[in-house]
């Protein structure tokens, strides 16, 4: 029978010695750099920080003259990387507890607020909470396909999956309004496994965050460019539309690519901190490429590193990338990296792929573990 | 002149991020801010070998304080934003405020101030705090203060005399040597202005013209201060002073009529200790670490604070730490730093531990 999923292959077992020796070695990277964190972090957050207001601020600015092409063109483009900055290098980042340490009241993971429609404390709760411990269990961590799409054997197929090429087109056009209304579990209640009491308890917050969102984005800067109106709100539209689907290519690209594995739910049962730091190695993937990429990507290019530690301040995964990789080569574990292009393509194969039913439908991914056994 | 921003800075808050806004004002002013409070300084003056004054003038967000009360100063260094809390030496009202810093081994604030720090820099502060202030009804006062407890001390004395010139009032101010004694001229101006103020400097080592000696003792009390049980006290200093003056209060029974005010406790530090005391400052709660993380203890104790994974990934249980040390059970780390962000989940008492839950 064909390999549904075929990375197990590519990993070398390890035996419980080996597990927890592997977990002690990214342990020790894990110290080394954080002991190491000082003015250069420092600075460069802070730097990031500017990058992002004098980008918005401007092209804000530009787009007030937006009827002339030029400034249109130029105020969106400064405007859409802008916002994935901010989203990304600082926001998810920083909201990660990434730069706690600097002690700075703006760049506190638990309150900060970034300029996204999916409001801070929810995105705390299901990313750094479900996610990161979760990461990639099926039934557990709701990324996985954000309860829409299927995109591993181990989801059940129904016919709606069908549709799915579709539904990925419009959550990557719609993206932070997917991951706004994403811990609301709407497909729960629609099912009835929530009731939708629960969901109306959740809103508030919600309608504020996206109330404020629409209202800055398409009735306050609109208005206040006066007869600039229009411009500014396609300009608002274009920046917004221009962050969600690069954010969406980057995330899709963190823990669906090709080689991406996923887990049962036995699999959690007395995890050690060496399995979970296989785990979060195997349900992951990075990206190869540049500087500046990385940079746009806000370091989730280094999706393994970002899961291995969330809280290491990103800019240095590329750092533990070199050593985190070598440790994976000895310990006969796939490093899974590629160019975006390739990892993309993977990611969109994915989805159309399994749009349809698979014969082996309904199989798990990894079966119980056998005794004293952990498969990897 | 820094304008004023008035009523309207609250609605305006509402609309605009004071971080945003505070991030533009950056560019045209040094000090003007919407929201953080930023003072320059405008004079330094070297108190005693170790310690000195810093005058500030704040923008237009400083409000008030009351004497005796100390101010939270935050500055950058190496792009970390530390904290200390200094007492204010100045008068409430003034348009500049000034606090008084004694440089402590190893300190990393209080050398900074005193190395880096320039006529001219911008520092930031928080709003004043603190219960050691004079009584809302007069009474005859004693005052004790060792070294750089002075600080608060002077702040009273001089508040005393302003609000009362017939203020009867004794300060015992103890300090190393002659030249240990910061505000001594103040101090002696203000004896001699004000018919009620006496004020007893006392060496520990010998100075030339000095009947009186040494460390507190009840000597001394008997001797400078005869009706001293009869003074609302107010004690600042050292740790092995205020042990003595408590010490000496209870065995009298007037610990009632005795304010204390302490500048730190002494930070413990090695192996996590269970059966640390705990406090939950939110909470009004106190008590013993007993479970394997705070955050254990914290719910045994019947709170009910945030948590996520409960191994320090998502940081859900981070709160502040107030003071205290704590143990990283995951790195094994110490943090002994005052308000600091820690993960619950993953750390334990090393000490007495104060969080902010």
Not at chain 1, 283 to 299: A, E, M, R, T
Not at chain 1, 347 to 376: D, W
Not at chain 2, 341 to 353: D, K, N, T, W, Y
Request: proline content about 6%; charged content about 25%; glycine content about 8%.
């Amino acid at each position: 029978m064909e390999a549904l999923n075929t990375p197990a292959s590519r990993n070398r077992r390890l035996t419980p010695p080996e597990i927890e020796a592997f977990g002690a070695e990214l342990d020790a990277v894990r110290t080394r750099i954080m002991d190491s964190l000082g003015p250069d972090e420092a600075d460069y957050i802070r730097k990031v920080q500017r990058f992002v207001r004098y980008s918005e601020t401007g092209g804000r600015a530009l787009l007030f003259l937006g009827w002339l092409p030029p400034m249109w063109l130029a105020g969106t483009a400064c405007l859409t990387v802008g916002k994935i900055v901010e989203n990304m290098e600082l926001g998810h980042n920083v909201m990660h507890g990434q730069y706690d340490w600097l002690n700075e009241p703006g760049l506190r993971g638990d309150t900060y607020e970034w300029d996204n429609a999916c409001d801070g404390n929810a995105w705390r709760h299901y990313h750094n909470y479900i996610h990161h411990t979760y990461t990639n269990v099926i039934g557990v961590d709701r990324d996985v396909g954000y309860g829409i799409l299927r995109l591993f054997p181990a989801q059940k197929w129904k016919p709606g999956h069908l549709f799915q090429p579709l539904q990925a087109l419009a959550l990557a056009t719609l993206f932070e309004w997917g991951v706004a209304l994403h811990d609301l579990e709407l497909e729960q209640a629609v099912e009835g496994k929530k009731k939708w009491r629960d969901v109306a308890k959740q809103l508030p917050p919600v309608v504020r965050k996206a109330a404020r969102q629409l209202g800055k984005d398409y009735l306050v800067f609109p208005l206040l460019a006066g007869p600039a109106f229009l411009p500014v709100l396609l300009g608002n539209a274009t920046a917004n539309l221009g962050r969600n689907v690069w954010a969406f290519s980057i995330i899709f690209c963190g823990h669906f690519t090709e080689n991406a594995e996923t887990f049962g739910e036995e699999r959690l049962e007395n995890e050690s901190r060496g399995e979970w730091y296989l785990r979060q190695l195997q349900g992951s993937s990075n990206l190869s490429g540049g500087k500046l990429f990385h940079f746009l990507s806000g370091n989730l290019s280094h999706q393994i590193e970002h899961h291995l530690y969330p809280d290491m301040p990103a800019v240095r995964y590329a750092d533990a990338a070199k050593e985190v990789s070598e440790i994976c080569r000895r310990y006969g574990q796939y490093y899974n990296t590629g160019p975006f292009g390739k990892q993309f393509a993977s990611v969109v194969k994915r989805i159309f792929k399994y749009s349809l039913p698979q014969r082996a439908e309904g199989r798990r991914t990894r079966g119980p573990l056998a005794t004293g056994e952990v498969p990897c | 002149m820094l304008p004023v921003f008035a009523p309207g800075t609250r609605r305006l808050k509402r609309w605009i991020d004071p971080d945003w806004a505070d991030f533009w004002l950056s560019h045209v002013s040094r000090t003007i801010r919407i929201s953080r409070t930023l003072a320059r300084v405008e004079k330094i003056r070297q108190e005693t070998a170790d310690m000195k004054q810093f005058v500030l003038r704040p923008n237009a967000n400083w409000r008030s304080f009351l004497p005796g009360q100390c101010v939270p100063v935050r500055v950058l260094i190496d792009g970390v934003r530390h904290e200390r809390y200094y007492s204010l030496t100045g008068a409430p009202g003034e348009p500049t405020l000034s606090f008084a810093v004694k440089r402590q081994k190893g300190g990393r604030v209080s050398t900074f101030l005193h190395e880096r720090v320039r006529v001219g820099d911008v520092v930031e502060i928080g709003e004043a705090a603190g219960d050691f202030v004079l009584p809302a009804a007069p009474a005859p006062l004693l005052f004790v203060a060792g070294g750089s407890g002075i600080t608060p001390v002077f702040s009273l004395l001089r508040a005393a005399v302003a609000v009362d010139a017939a203020v009867d009032v004794t300060l015992l101010y103890y300090a190393r040597g002659e030249a240990d004694f910061a505000f001594r001229a103040d101090i002696e101006r203000l004896a001699g202005d004000a018919p009620g103020v006496r004020a007893h400097f006392v060496a520990e080592t010998d100075g030339p013209s000095r009947q009186l000696s040494g460390r507190f003792t009840e000597a001394h009390l008997r001797r400078l201060v005869p009706d001293y049980a009869n003074r609302l006290t107010y004690v600042c200093g050292p740790a092995g002073l205020m042990q003595a003056v408590e010490d000496h209060w209870r065995r009298h029974e007037l610990l009632a009529s005795l304010r204390q005010e302490r500048f730190g406790t002494p930070k413990q530090t090695g192996k996590p200790a269970t059966h640390a005391p705990v406090s939950f400052r939110r909470s009004q709660r106190t008590t013993v670490h007993t479970g394997s993380s705070l955050l254990e203890t914290a719910e045994e104790a019947g709170l009910r604070p945030a948590y996520g994974c409960r191994m320090g990934i998502c940081r859900t249980c981070v709160c502040t730490k107030v003071d205290g040390v704590v143990r990283d059970r995951v790195t094994g780390e110490t943090d002994e730093a005052d308000n600091t962000r820690i993960r619950l989940c993953v750390s334990e008492p090393v000490g007495p531990v104060t969080l902010d839950i």
